[in-house]
């Protein structure tokens, strides 16, 4: 599967820029080609040096797309603060980071503190919701942190960037990490990449493992009529 992150869109032409990338079932305009998913990266300048979208952009999409598939990466220091607010406004997927269970987040560098979440609570709440829960692990995190949750989760997004910003260059480790994890996992747990991936390495993800490949720039940052073709060098078929 592929996910279009929105963060390299045009912010100004939102619902027209996610159409473009969307096959015509999920309300979109890319035909049968289209990406599977909708990926809304949440940014709160304190888990990362950014800020980006909160659950008023998914509302937005939401009554746009109706069809569309919105798969939330909440990148913030205390996520379970807004299970709620992204189940409301009509998200799909929830997925957050172990980090802050370990008592590791970072303003401008890696910061240590009090463990600021309950992972098993938080994807409690998300079930409750009626979404599905991912946990997201940093490059740096060793893979065993995310060990108690594992059976949890519906899907484990391994990073391949330091969260914070698209464009960035691919780590090659974060491969590895999937590999290690793909025998820990039920065969219907899936396991997402997100950073740096484009037409290039994507055959690689696909192979160590990874089910869902995100994709920002390599999807946003071309003109319209070369999207659908990154988008299917992406996904592989
Ligand atoms: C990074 C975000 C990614 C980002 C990917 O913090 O979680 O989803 O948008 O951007 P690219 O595909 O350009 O690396
Ligand atoms: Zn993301």
């Not at 560098?109 to 009626?130: L, Q, S, T």
């Not at 893979?143 to 899907?155: C, N, Q, S």
């Amino acid at each position: 599967m592929a996910a279009a992150s929105i963060l390299s869109a045009d912010f100004g032409r939102m619902a027209d820029e996610c159409r473009s990338v969307l096959s015509d079932e999920q309300g979109g305009s890319a035909g049968p080609g289209g990406a599977d998913l909708l990926h809304l990266d949440v940014m709160d300048g304190h888990f990362v040096p950014n800020l980006t979208m909160g659950p008023d952009m998914c509302r937005g999409l939401r009554r746009a797309l109706p069809s569309a598939t919105l798969d939330v990466h909440l990148m913030v220091t205390d996520p379970g603060q807004y299970v709620d607010a992204f189940a409301d406004a009509g998200a799909d997927h929830v997925t957050f980071h172990v980090e802050p269970a370990l008592g590791v987040y970072r303003s401008k560098g890696p910061v240590e503190g009090p463990a600021r979440c309950d992972p098993a609570e938080v994807i409690g709440r998300v079930h409750e919701a009626g979404m599905t829960a991912g946990l997201a692990i940093n490059p740096p995190t060793p893979p065993d942190a995310l060990t108690p949750w594992l059976e949890m989760v519906d899907l484990v997004l391994v990073m391949s960037v330091n969260p914070g910003f698209s464009g960035q260059r691919f780590i090659e480790a974060a491969l590895e990490t999937t590999r290690g994890l793909r025998r820990f996992l039920r065969d219907e747990q899936l396991i997402q990449m997100d950073g740096g991936i484009g037409p290039e390495n994507a055959e690689r993800v696909r192979e160590s493992g990874c089910d869902v490949l995100v994709a920002a720039s390599a999807i946003f940052g071309r003109p319209e009529p070369e999207r659908i073709g990154a988008i299917t060098a992406i996904r592989g078929s």
